[in-house]
């Protein structure tokens, strides 16, 4: 059993590690003959045909494809090696094999350790050579390092200290690997780069299967996902949790871990393709830090994401967690499906213009929301007033992070940090709040939540209760997934930032899809517009004989009206504003 869930996993996640994991257990799984009716056998066999020992990475990941794979083919034949049902003359084999891979690696400490094992013989000459290669390749990369720190910027000195780290797990010195890491974890900012420092020291931990560096370092990858992490990188780690679990005889949970990696619910449909491509994280504490270094550091992946995405999720933000969760809660409150007809009658009685309700259950939408003008003038029914008066407290406290995020903006397009709050008359914005229940798949009447489509404003705030449904389409016209980490905020650009710096910032398309919800999912999605009557265009800083001008100008409140709807409605109207 654990044998066919492992194999599941590798179908979807580190497909190396897991292989390994199974060779280096001492389990009565692995005394099966060495022959092809062994399906580790056969997963060995499927390991070493894979193109270059690479396990499958995602295209935006971060780092490089991690190096150990190569070395977990020599964990293999070490494994080999100490079997007793391994014939003699394979046992040949499979140490020349050892013998050329170290060789070719220059791995002098475990070359020492293999001869003081009587598993290879020495060879004076052979390691004063490799030790030669060391030293002259770490001359190198110190050289590499003295550059960077004086003459490059944060990202090339983490990525030659990193160049570092990867040097020493090459040559098989753990130590030195782990401290190197360590020295490339403190260049760091990116949640999902200082995850990949966490898979690299889990690989090491589990080559040498030592269990406390293995322990340690899932407790740090955890603690990590509570900042941030995409969920390819989530799924990586529950496999490597679980092949701990199996290292540790709890098959238990490692077959749950197995399975929940590859759950049904984040599985895609095939009607709306998606990639689980990763998100960049902003760490807003750190656009707020008093350290220099920190701030140009987290400004500079700010613009990054900015220019390359158009959407982020933040992180370390000012939103307090009680205002979040109680927000939610009275959302759920609101949205009790016993009180509906209560909900119809109240809407009915107020101005459409003033606050908006709609229940909708078709081909094209399957939510229910309610919509409200929330500043200048807030208009959240009083009834009841426990939605009205922590709706209101949520939004000030979102109205401030919105602030922040225009002044970091400003800043990383050149102006003075209060341009765009100006530029937009932010001081009297239009922000309107919907809040949203999508159903289960069980209750709706089609796969889409909510069509495609962009949205007028700044920027666009969403926080929710649980991950499911939202996807985003990229600049190069890929639909990417969105699990937005706990206690984040995904932002996205808005139609008006992108007309105001003349498509430099773009907003983006995004849909919901409810087709693999298993329970309901609230949102509370905030757009912080101009003020109605402030007169958006493009910017003359954006536009000249390269980038001529692309939109033409017109208020907030004529381009919220351009498609003959209701300000409240919030329709985006950024194709009629479009120059031909």
């Known amino acids: 059993m654990v044998v066919v869930l492992a194999m599941k996993a590798i179908v979807s ?6 292989v390994h994991a199974l060779m280096l257990l001492d389990d009565p799984l692995l005394s099966l003959p060495s022959t092809s009716e062994n399906p580790i056998f056969r997963l060995r066999g499927s390991l070493r045909r894979h193109p270059n020992n690479r396990p499958p990475h995602s295209p935006l990941t971060s780092e490089p494809p991690p190096f150990p794979p190569p070395q977990l083919v020599l964990a293999d034949k070490l494994f080999l090696l100490k079997q007793p049902d391994v014939q003699d003359i394979d046992k040949v084999g499979f140490k020349e094999d050892v013998f050329t891979f170290v060789k070719d690696h220059d791995m002098v400490p475990l070359y020492e350790t293999l001869v003081a094992d009587s598993v290879l013989d020495m060879d004076r000459t052979l390691l004063d050579s490799m030790r030669a290669k060391i030293d002259d390749e770490l001359k190198k990369l110190d050289e590499k390092i003295a550059d960077a720190e004086e003459n490059l910027g944060e990202s090339e000195v983490r990525e030659a200290h990193l160049a570092k780290s990867l040097f020493f797990i090459r040559i098989g010195d753990k130590e030195k690997a782990l401290e190197h890491l360590k020295i490339t974890e403190t260049k760091t900012v990116a949640v999902g780069q200082k995850m990949d420092l966490v898979f690299y020291t889990l690989q090491l931990g589990f080559f040498d299967m030592d269990f406390d560096l293995i ?14 992490g995409d969920w390819e990188r989530k799924n990586r780690l529950k496999v490597y949790e679980g092949l701990y679990c199996m290292s540790t005889r709890n098959f238990e949970k490692a077959a ?27 760490d807003y504490s750190m656009l707020l830090s008093d350290d220099t270094d920190q701030r140009s550091i987290a400004l500079q992946l700010l613009a990054h994401a900015c220019e390359e995405y158009g959407f982020f999720y933040l992180v370390n933000h000012t939103m307090p967690d009680d205002v979040l969760k109680t927000v939610l809660k009275r959302i759920s409150d609101y949205f009790d499906p016993k009180t509906v007809d209560e909900r119809r009658i109240s809407y009915k009685k107020h101005p459409s213009d003033k606050f908006q309700w709609r229940q909708n259950a078709n081909d094209g939408e399957n939510r229910e929301y309610l919509k409200v003008i929330a500043h200048p003038k807030d208009q959240v029914p009083s009834n009841p007033i426990s ?4 709706t209101e407290e949520y939004n000030n406290e979102m109205r401030k992070i919105a602030l922040g995020l225009a002044r970091a903006m400003s800043k990383n397009l050149g102006f003075d940090e209060n341009y765009i709050e100006k530029a937009l008359d932010m001081k009297l914005g239009f922000d309107v709040i919907t809040m949203n229940i999508y159903p289960p798949n069980s209750e709706a009447k089609s796969d889409i939540g909510l069509t495609d489509h962009t949205d007028p404003s700044f920027v666009i705030t969403l ?9 985003i389409l990229s600049h190069q016209g890929n639909w990417i997934n969105v699990y937005i980490p706990h206690h984040a905020i995904l932002i996205q650009l808005g139609d008006h930032l992108e007309i ?13 899809l409810v087709n693999n919800n298993k329970v309901q999912r609230i949102s509370i999605v905030t757009l912080h517009g101009p003020s109605l009557d402030k007169f958006v265009v493009p910017d003359t800083k954006f536009v000249d004989d390269e980038n001529p001008q692309t939109y033409i100008g017109m208020t907030y409140r004529e381009s919220l009206e351009a498609n003959g709807d209701n300000l409240i409605d919030l329709q985006s109207s950024l194709e009629l504003i479009k120059l031909a």
């Open 13 to 18: 996640v580190e497909l190396a590690v897991i």
């Open 215 to 228: 322990s340690k370092s899932i407790d740090k990858a955890k603690s990590l996902f509570e900042e941030g």
């Open 256 to 282: 749950t871990l197995f399975l929940d990696s590859i759950s049904p619910d984040h599985q895609h449909n095939d009607n709306y393709p998606a990639s689980d491509e990763e998100i960049p994280t902003i």
């Open 387 to 390: 939605l009205s008066k922590v």
């Open 463 to 471: 926080m929710q209760d649980v991950n499911g449904g939202l996807q």
């Open 500 to 512: 105001l710096t003349n498509g430099k910032y773009k907003s983006h398309v995004h849909r919901v």
